[in-house]
């Protein structure tokens, strides 16, 4: 299988389970069950999955009383956005920066 499409295949696996565990953690947290522990979505996020955590946060209203949710992670997407445009723009380039 080709690099690009696994990494394609792995983003959007990993963002829509972070979109996917943001839903079942506001949903538990209704119900007053066990929920998922917040390392657990940062976590998520860190291993590229900062988009969908974040869009899920924001669509479901879910955990944005938090201050390191509501700044952490927006920044943690920004943060792996450029990672992805300087890799992208000048690969060699930014190894040796």
């Given at each position: 299988?080709?690099?690009?499409?696994?990494?394609?295949?792995?983003t959007?696996?990993?963002?829509?389970?972070?979109?996917?565990?943001?839903?079942?953690?506001?949903?538990?947290?209704?119900?007053?069950?066990?929920?998922?522990?917040?390392?657990?979505?940062?976590?998520?996020?860190?291993?590229?999955?900062?988009?969908?955590?974040?869009?899920?946060?924001?669509?479901?209203?879910?955990?944005?009383?938090?201050?390191?949710?509501?700044?952490?992670?927006?920044?943690?997407l920004?943060?792996?956005?450029?990672?992805?445009?300087?890799?992208?723009?000048?690969?060699?380039?930014?190894?040796?920066?």
């Amino acid at each position: 299988m080709d690099v690009v499409l696994t990494l394609v295949i792995y983003t959007a696996s990993v963002n829509l389970l972070g979109l996917i565990l943001m839903g079942v953690d506001k949903y538990k947290a209704k119900k007053r069950t066990f929920r998922i522990p917040e390392a657990t979505l940062f976590t998520i996020a860190i291993f590229g999955g900062s988009l969908g955590t974040t869009l899920g946060m924001f669509l479901f209203r879910h955990k944005t009383r938090h201050w390191y949710f509501l700044y952490g992670m927006p920044l943690i997407l920004i943060i792996q956005a450029a990672i992805i445009y300087f890799l992208y723009r000048s690969p060699i380039e930014f190894l040796f920066l």
